[in-house]
């Protein structure tokens, strides 16, 4: 009789007891599930917060100055008279609104970009674990790799450039939306308004989120959702609707003319080609990653350099589609990649193509490739909490750099020998607080670089004259 009782118990006899202790342990069980995702949440977007906690004690550097602080169309007063002549009027409104609230303080503005990037490591382990259910994970193995991914994603050094600073905000506030409308789209339930107005705002945010519905044609692609074009329909009326309310503007028009006639798209996709392998090597090697990267020099279509970079860019992008079926979250984070850098880096000309911005929505599928590799290993989450640890202080040592300007441009030059845009930076840095010695040497080394330098060569000029200039944006 004693080996039957566990038995009857486990079938759920209706004896009053074995029921109260089913129910019980049934209980026990789903409320340790449960446990779980919040544990996941609070562990990903505690260790984000102490990686960018720096930022919060960090001042204005770089192109916040001319993004942020001397910005007509930033401030309160004049930014409705300004709406038509500016570009991305979203992100415009967000600097006006914080300027009528408490002006131009930058923790203020700080804290809005790290409580954006909270949000947006949320969204980014929702999905992320959402997108391995559907790829045939079990619930906690999709929990790990989603919160493994998330937490290697809001880490990462890459994403200063958009935490820390405070014109990094539109790549920040685009990612937190273009990231909302996928999770309303993709979810049991569709939310068709609000996805439609979420992406339709990201592109008045930063243009680059037109991607936004290609993103969500390659998670349809990749994974067995067993869901409509319906679905992606409001996200493409959004973005559609708001990209013509942007061409309509005259600014953003002078913008996409200026890239044209610096370069044709042919050319531009040819450069970007090695801009494209630049910013992917440096996000495997974070360590080097530094204010002003070094931009590659691009060569011919038929060069060997050339050739290489092109058979090992398409051919990810094509394995990934191949197979889809078989590894269906590898090839969603493969071509998440591809899909995210093609307004940054493909036929349109930037001056600076090689940036660690455009990698803050594109690196979700290179922490997503990482997660999945640690996942199938042994030792994946000892080596994964490793991983992260030594990300984390490298992107602390990156956020401590904005409290001081100076540090900021020598850690720059420092980590792109060779390259005369951060000499110039930081001698107009130096120049700019009153160590007029060390800023012509400092401009001096930028012109025997580059003896073309314009600005380097006009700050020399200025400074010899008494005075000097703030650095311009690059």
Not at 349 to 370: D, E
Not at 415 to 442: E, F, H, I
């Amino acid at each position: 009789m004693t080996s039957v009782r566990p038995l009857c118990r486990a079938v759920g006899r209706n004896r009053k007891g074995d029921k109260v202790a089913a129910e019980r342990d049934a209980d026990e069980v789903r409320s340790t599930f449960w446990a779980w995702p919040r544990l996941a949440f609070a562990a990903v977007l505690g260790v984000a917060v102490l990686s960018h906690l720096p930022a919060l004690w960090g001042g204005f550097v770089y192109d916040d100055f001319a993004d942020v602080v001397d910005n007509p169309s930033a401030k309160a007063a004049t930014y409705f008279a300004r709406l038509w002549g500016m570009t991305r009027p979203l992100l415009k409104a967000s600097y006006a609104a914080q300027d009528a609230l408490h002006g131009p303080g930058a923790p203020a503005y700080h804290l809005v970009n790290l409580a954006l990037h909270l949000v947006t490591v949320a969204l980014v382990l929702v999905l992320m674990r959402r997108a391995a259910g559907l790829a045939g994970y079990k619930p906690i193995r999709a929990l790990w790799i989603g919160g493994l991914a998330a937490a290697i994603w809001a880490v990462h050094p890459a994403a200063v450039d958009t935490v820390g600073q405070v014109a990094g905000r539109s790549a920040g506030l685009s990612t937190t939306l273009v990231l909302l409308a996928l999770w309303l789209t993709t979810g049991p339930r569709a939310h068709p308004v609000g996805a439609g107005l979420a992406a339709g705002l990201a592109v008045l945010t930063r243009e680059t989120a037109l991607v936004a519905p290609l993103l969500l044609l390659v998670w349809q692609l990749c994974l067995p959702t067993g869901q409509g074009a319906r679905r992606v329909l409001p996200v493409w009326i959004g973005v559609l609707l708001a990209g013509a309310l942007l061409m309509a503007m005259p600014r953003h028009r002078e913008l996409v003319a200026f890239s044209l006639d610096q370069r044709a798209p042919i050319d531009a996709l040819r450069a970007n080609v090695f801009a494209v392998t630049e910013m992917l090597r440096l996000w495997l090697t974070p360590w080097q990653i530094g204010a002003v990267p070094s931009q590659p020099v691009a060569y011919g279509w038929l060069d060997a350099p050339t050739l290489i970079r092109l058979v090992g860019l398409g051919g990810a992008l094509l394995a990934a589609l191949v197979l889809r079926r078989r590894w269906p979250l590898l090839a969603l984070a493969i071509l998440w990649v591809g899909v995210a850098l093609l307004p940054t880096n493909s036929v349109i000309w930037r001056v600076n193509p090689v940036a660690m911005r455009p990698l803050y929505l594109a690196g979700i599928g290179l922490a997503l490739v990482l997660a999945l590799g640690l996942s199938r290993l042994v030792a994946g989450r000892v080596l994964g909490s490793v991983l992260i640890a030594g990300l984390g202080v490298l992107t602390w040592q990156r956020e401590m750099l904005y409290a001081d300007p100076v540090a900021y441009f020598a850690d720059a030059a420092q980590k792109a020998p060779g390259q005369a845009a951060p000499l110039v930076l930081l001698g107009l840095t130096l120049a700019n607080g009153g160590q007029v010695v060390d800023a012509r040497a400092v401009l001096a080394e930028a012109l025997q670089i580059d003896p073309a330098n314009p600005e380097a060569a006009n700050a020399l000029r200025l400074l010899q004259a008494g005075s000097v200039y703030s650095p311009s944006p690059p």
